[in-house]
């Protein structure tokens, strides 16, 4: 019965994705396995009869010398489907995982973007939801971290990823559903060698939960309360943000930090001096907690410089400008202020769709509409 559904759970997951994402092709990225395959079959029916229109893009790593004739099946397989598909290659590769995700997040929104779209699918499963989780438990991640992938979120990449929008509508589904339904459809799908290679963290993540089903269910259901904090915690940035930042004319920032808890100040610097600076990622959580309690002691606190950012109190707030003769050339005025919206917007999607989640009967639900 759950399978029969599926098509339905994936609409509704796109439901909760703001309607003006989904204006021009919405891309799909597809490397042939059966994750991605599934999302490609069950995008294209929820796509066909609302005329929105799909891009596929597969990305070759060069790194495995199939790697090439896979990307060539999956690009048959959706002109079979009459969908347009693109084939991106990586001109530098480096056979290290951190470079080829930013690569390849790099390459697929350059591509979505220059066909005039803004929203990328992925085919992430509630399988990669319980690997990430147990990778950033054993990195010592905090609750916020623990809470997971987030069902919609910002391309990791800057400033390639401007303005592109992640969206992950089968985190819900297992992989094995996912293969049972790609069977009933006739369908394979590629076998990617490195997803068995114990010499990645993930591949043993993955070996383990597979021997302990039980341990993917208690996984799973403490990422989902730490989520629903975390849609709590998001509508409080949200509100920080559009009430108590201030983009200057010269892009400099002003910040009000009185009264936030340090664990908020510090999550809300940490967006801020990633967006100042130009930034992919926000400085470490132990130097921004430490930041966030000195700016909070005020006067004593006197200034101090972090992820290629100067801090300076003033009369208005905190001062936020780039440090200067930093080597990362920081944004625009007019990029800074639509960073720091994109991230706004994110948080207040996420509370969102905390309200319109309609199977919770948490009473955090009730809490929601009052942040």
């Not at 098509?7 to 042939?32: I, M, Y």
């Not at 697929?108 to 929203?119: H, S, Y």
């Not at 369908?187 to 597979?210: H, K, M, Q, Y």
């Not at 007019?334 to 991230?343: D, M, P, T, V």
């Amino acid at each position: 019965m759950r399978e029969l559904d599926l098509t339905t759970r994936f609409d509704a997951a796109l439901g909760a994705v703001p309607e003006n994402l989904r204006g021009g092709p919405v891309g799909l990225a597809v490397s042939g396995g059966s994750d991605s395959l599934a999302l490609l079959h069950i995008a294209h029916q929820w796509a066909r009869p609302r005329g929105v229109k799909l891009l596929v893009l597969t990305v070759d790593h060069r790194l495995r010398p199939a790697a090439a004739a896979e990307a060539a099946q999956v690009a048959r397989l959706a002109g079979d489907l009459g969908l347009a598909h693109q084939t991106l290659a990586w001109d530098a590769p480096v056979a290290r995982q951190s470079a080829a995700r930013r690569a390849r997040h790099a390459l697929l929104a350059g591509a979505l973007k220059a066909a005039g779209g803004q929203l990328l699918l992925t085919g992430h499963t509630a399988d990669d939801q319980a690997e990430t989780v147990l990778m950033r438990a054993r990195q010592g991640s905090g609750w916020y971290g623990l809470a997971g992938m987030r069902a919609l979120s910002l391309s990791p990449v800057w400033p390639e990823g401007a303005g592109v929008w992640i969206a992950r509508p089968l985190l819900g589904e297992t992989r094995a559903d996912l293969r049972t339904w790609l069977a009933g459809q006739g369908s394979g799908w590629i076998e990617d060698p490195s997803n068995t290679n114990p010499a990645f963290e993930r591949v043993r993540i993955r070996a383990c939960l597979s021997e302990s089903p039980s341990l993917a269910r208690q996984t799973l259901a403490c990422q989902q309360h730490f989520s629903d904090l975390r849609r709590l915690e998001d509508a409080l940035l949200a509100n920080w943000l559009g009430r108590y930042v201030h983009i200057g004319a010269d892009g400099t920032v002003i910040a009000h930090l009185a009264d936030l808890p340090p664990e908020r100040a510090a999550r809300g610097l940490g967006v801020l001096l990633q967006c100042v600076a130009g930034r992919e990622t926000p400085p470490r959580s132990e130097a921004l907690l430490d930041l966030a309690a000195r700016s909070l002691a005020a006067p004593a606190f006197r200034g101090a410089t972090l992820g290629g950012v100067h801090l300076r109190p003033s009369r208005a707030g905190l001062k936020l400008a780039p440090e200067p003769g930093a080597r990362q050339s920081p944004p625009s005025p007019a990029a800074l202020n639509a960073r720091i919206n994109a991230f706004r917007r994110l948080f207040i999607n996420s509370a969102h769709d905390f309200v319109a989640d309609a199977g919770k009967e948490s009473f955090l639900q009730g809490l929601a509409p009052i942040f």
